[in-house]
């Protein structure tokens, strides 16, 4: 198999450094994350196509900033750069960098000179665009022109075709940019030079590759769910090693209502993998009994899952221990469980931040570095079908984290009624593809007053938070019709009745997560 040349992302620390390497594969270009500690000749050695240079927390101008080496420049190699990228660049070339006191945080107005240079054009003259800066660059290096400014940045832009180099002080791969991708391939295409040929069936062709690598001749078994991510990493690792596979699907007793079934019944009839299905909703809900903290949640669910794992793995294997796990863990599970370079952790997901310290399986991870929407784009290709690969994701630790309190029995069955009645008018309304997740939550812990049938209640709550997204790292509330958002309020409170209000969260990713917990 040809390796392509690649683009080399090189991170800073960035939020959003997996986001700018999926941009360019969205372009059609191969493209591989490097840490800014990797010394320049070993850059150059992996051939670049070209190298883009991330935004990172630091100031170039203090002590101890990652630093950019000029030597990068005298390859001839074409650079594009971001934010702090973009200020590196600007200081290791001979132009300044400032801090102004004037600092822009998203959307920003952007004034362009589109002839100016190749990256703008054919582009408006006015454009937003989404910032996150205290720093700017104030004097172009030599050679340069510059060919945007913002209210806090006088240089936003700057090209020098010839030596094809360019960068910009916004971040143009994130959603909220106009135009954003456009720059990006402008680019990659036109500065840079490069053919777009890199295709999903790489992905798929170099996963197979590899899987079959580390794999040999073992025993896999693959924690299978319903949902898009696993049931994609089973597809490929079926695919690189047949029989040697044996799902897992684990009925923890969180799960939606007929989410059991039609796991057992859809999958297998769609791709013939082995499955086995454990009943384990007694051990999951003993050791979540009385459990009110999230986190703490998490980690007895991570826990319990790979003690299931483990107990499934010794019956399933002829001869002696299945040393791998399969699982479909995707760039948000890992990046939001703390494990990105330098990133905070903002909730530890059951398959990343809540594994226990003693796990003793290998992880095969094949979609570890891909973003939802390549994931369903990879599952079209293998053909999976389309019911399975566009199902909202649901998370494996399930009803446990939309019970805001703790778990038992008798609460999932509230939730449990609720959220069916939810998913019915949605997909009656025929709104399943407007909306990315619709998680409904009960407020297990809070009660109200009401009134019903002339006489009192004290009830719960329950949470409707609808969100439209791309990739569950930014999220915003759906503008569902309010007719359906009546519908489902009515339907609840008639039908359900522990439940006698229903609210609505209008909240976006940031400040709020997706899930309550
Ligand atoms: N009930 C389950 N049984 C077995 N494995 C599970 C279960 N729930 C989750 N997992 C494992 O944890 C991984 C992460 O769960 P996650 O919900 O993020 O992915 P998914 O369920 O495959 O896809 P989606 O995000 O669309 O729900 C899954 O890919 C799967 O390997
Ligand atoms: O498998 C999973 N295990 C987890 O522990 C977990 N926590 C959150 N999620 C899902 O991840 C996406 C982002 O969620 P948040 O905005 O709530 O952080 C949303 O799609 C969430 O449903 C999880 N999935
Ligand atoms: N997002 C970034 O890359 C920020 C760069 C630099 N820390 C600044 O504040 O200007
Ligand atoms: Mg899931």
């Known amino acids: 198999m040809s390796v392509p040349r690649p683009v080399l992302v090189v991170d800073f620390g960035a939020q959003y450094a997996q986001l700018i390497a999926r941009r360019v594969r969205e372009a059609k270009v191969y493209s591989e994350i490097v840490p800014h500690s990797m010394p320049v000749a070993e850059m150059l050695a992996k051939d670049p196509a070209a190298i883009i240079l991330s935004g990172g927390p630091s100031s170039v101008y203090e002590p101890g900033a990652p630093q950019l080496d000029a030597k990068l420049f005298d390859a001839g190699v074409p650079v594009f750069g971001i934010c702090y990228g973009f200020q590196a660049m600007a200081q290791a070339l001979g132009g300044t960098v400032a801090h102004t006191g004037r600092r ?11 002839e100016a240079g190749v ?24 050679g340069f022109a510059v060919t945007a400014c913002s209210p806090g940045a006088p240089v936003a832009a700057f090209e020098d075709v010839a030596g ?7 971040h143009p791969e994130v959603a909220h940019t106009a135009h954003g991708q456009a720059m990006l391939t402008r680019f990659l295409y036109d500065i840079a030079g490069i053919e777009p040929t890199w295709t999903m069936g790489n992905i798929i062709e170099d996963q197979v590759a590899a899987i079959r690598d580390k794999v040999g001749d073992k025993e896999v078994i693959c924690g299978l769910s319903g949902g898009v991510d696993s049931a994609v990493a089973a597809a490929l690792v079926h695919k690189a090693v047949g029989d040697q596979l044996t799902c897992v699907f684990v009925d923890h007793g969180l799960l939606r209502a007929g989410e059991a079934e039609q796991v057992e019944q859809d999958y297998v009839a769609a791709t013939g993998i082995k499955l086995k299905v454990v009943d384990a909703a007694d051990r999951f809900l003993a050791a979540l009994d009385g459990v009110t903290d999230p986190e703490d949640k998490r980690k007895i669910i991570g826990r319990e899952f790979i003690r299931v794992f483990e107990a499934a793995a010794r019956e399933v294997a002829a001869a002696g221990d299945v040393e791998f796990l399969v699982q479909g863990t995707l760039y948000p599970d890992v990046v939001e469980s703390g494990g990105g370079t330098g990133t905070a952790n903002i909730k530890s997901h059951h398959n990343v931040g809540g594994l226990p310290d003693d796990l003793k399986f290998s992880l095969v991870e094949p979609l570890r570095t891909l973003f939802k929407d390549e994931v369903r784009q990879l599952g079209l290709s293998l053909g999976l079908p389309e019911a399975m690969v566009w199902r909202h994701p649901f998370p494996g630790p399930g009803l446990a984290i939309r019970i805001i309190g703790a778990v038992s029995a008798d609460r999932l069955a509230v939730l449990r009624a609720a959220d069916l009645i939810a998913r019915e008018e949605l997909t009656a309304a025929g709104l399943d ?31 409707l938070r609808p969100v439209s997204s791309e990739d569950a790292m930014t999220a915003d509330w759906s503008r569902l019709p309010y007719d359906v958002i009546a519908r489902i309020s009515t339907r609840i409170t008639n039908e359900v009745p522990e439940v006698n209000r229903v609210v609505l969260d209008v909240t976006s990713k940031p400040p709020g997560t997706i899930e309550w917990e």
């Open 164 to 170: 094809r180099r360019a960068g910009v002080q916004f």
């Open 433 to 463: 593809r407007d909306v990315w997740q619709f998680p409904v939550v009960l407020l297990a812990d809070v009660r109200s007053v009401g009134v019903q049938g002339d006489g009192r209640t004290y009830g719960h709550p329950v949470v």
């Open 104 to 114: 822009e945080f998203g959307g920003t107005a952007l004034a362009t000179r589109p």
């Open 119 to 142: 990256l703008l054009r054919d582009l408006p003259a006015e454009l937003s665009v989404w910032m996150s800066h205290g720093d700017c660059v104030t004097e172009a290096p030599a």
